[in-house]
């Protein structure tokens, strides 16, 4: 009878403490910090990346979104997309097709609103499965993507 416990199935670590862990003692703010401020920074890149669609473009955000939820875990996968959210409230370019159709929150209530909203939904789930370890398959990998996925296009849908 072995006297080692078996790896607990819930609450794995996310790809970002596996590559990038806080040292003992050592305080997650900084790196927290930066990691959120460069996922922003890559939301904001992918909704640059559009192709005109009617009533919302299609843009690489969701995939963004995904991944990020996949690699940072719920709390700072969702607080990640959060962070992009509120830089688009107070005015910043940040959403596809701005400041060209309008910025801050009367472009968040637009056709938009329930993507946006659905995005944060959507890193927290994916970042939830990541922790139960659904990253660790292909096919565990593309359910979490696939579910993250509705939750973002039901809530963008229902907006509409």
Same mark, same amino acid.
């Given at each position: ?6 790896? $607990?199935? &819930? ?25 959120? +401020? ?15 669609? &009617?009533?919302?473009?299609? !843009?690489?955000? =969701? *995939? ?9 875990? !719920? ?9 992009? *959210?509120?830089?688009? @409230?107070?005015?910043? $370019?940040?959403?596809?097709?701005? $400041?060209?159709?309008? +910025?801050?929150?009367?472009?968040? @209530?637009?056709? !938009?609103? #329930? ?10 789930? =994916? #970042? ?10 292909? +096919?565990? !990998? +593309?359910?979490?993507? *696939?579910? #993250? ?12």
């Amino acid at each position: 009878m072995s006297t080692t416990a078996a790896a $607990p199935a &819930f609450n794995a670590p996310t790809l970002l403490e596996a590559l990038a862990p806080v040292s003992r003692g050592g305080s997650p703010l900084l790196r927290n910090a930066l990691v959120v +401020i460069g996922g922003s920074l890559l939301l904001t890149a992918s909704a640059k990346l559009e192709i005109p669609f &009617f009533p919302v473009p299609l !843009t690489m955000q =969701t *995939l963004v979104v995904l991944c990020l939820g996949m690699v940072l875990g !719920t709390r700072l996968g969702a607080l990640t997309v959060v962070a992009y *959210l509120a830089q688009g @409230a107070a005015g910043l $370019p940040v959403f596809a097709g701005t $400041p060209e159709k309008g +910025i801050g929150l009367a472009y968040m @209530a637009g056709p !938009t609103g #329930g993507y946006l909203l659905g995005f944060v939904l959507a890193a927290a789930l =994916t #970042g939830w499965l990541a922790t139960r370890r659904w990253d660790r398959s292909v +096919i565990g !990998t +593309i359910a979490a993507m *696939l579910l #993250g996925n509705l939750v973002i296009y039901a809530l963008g849908v229902a907006w509409l």
